[in-house]
């Protein structure tokens, strides 16, 4: 079964390929294999609500089973009214697309404004999956945790806060982590969604 991964974050298609090549009898297919170039607008305010948007809109597109993930992050020192929610990278007064220098350097700034230690990122990503031939839908929370510890000068494709951010309480950064490191929280974090996308592909 071909199901298409709705992403073009570099970050987002390494990390679920190799999450979706723990899942036997399917065949990956990128957005760029199919020659889209273009994104799905993100128009909702909660992960859950755009990523089966996205879901059901590139499946229409495609004809193709579609898997697609959408990201909201809360904090544990933001006031309510300047929690990140879904505009993790229009984190800016316009609500535009900031590149992945900016993102770090806004993050930066209100990690200035806001001092106090023990800092962290509750993240809500929700994965959903649409197949256009029967209708089947599903759609998977998965909550986890980060830590701010101290900027690396390494940043990784898709994934900028991954030079500020642990999975560890005065870890090293994400972008620090070895692929094989990176693996094994994943597979740790994602776990029950394997098992409810299993589930999926049965209906």
Not at 141 to 161: E, L
Not at 172 to 197: A, G, N, Q
Request: charged share 30%.
């Amino acid at each position: 079964m071909k199901i298409l991964l709705a992403t073009h974050n570099p970050g987002k298609i390494d990390r679920f390929t190799f999450l979706l090549k723990l899942v036997d009898d399917i065949k990956i297919v990128s957005l760029s294999d199919v020659n889209i170039t273009t994104d799905v607008e993100e128009p909702f305010l909660t992960s859950r609500e755009n990523a089966i948007h996205k879901a059901q809109e590139y499946a229409k597109k495609t004809g193709l089973a579609t898997l697609a993930i959408d990201d909201s992050a809360t904090t544990n020192f933001l006031p309510t009214n300047e929690q990140p929610g879904v505009f993790l990278k229009r984190f800016s007064g316009n609500k535009e697309d900031l590149n992945e220098r900016q993102i770090i350097s806004v993050w930066k700034e209100i990690f200035d404004k806001y001092p106090q230690p023990d800092k962290q990122f509750i993240w809500d990503t929700s994965i959903a999956f649409f197949n256009p031939v029967n209708k089947s839908t599903g759609c998977s929370k998965v909550t986890k945790i980060s830590y701010v510890v101290d900027a690396s000068n390494v940043i990784a494709p898709g994934y900028p806060m991954g030079s500020f951010l642990s999975p560890e309480k005065d870890g090293k950064p994400y972008s620090e982590m070895t692929d094989d490191e990176k693996r094994k929280k994943d597979i740790e974090v994602f776990s029950s969604f394997l098992d409810e996308f299993r589930g999926w592909l049965k209906n």
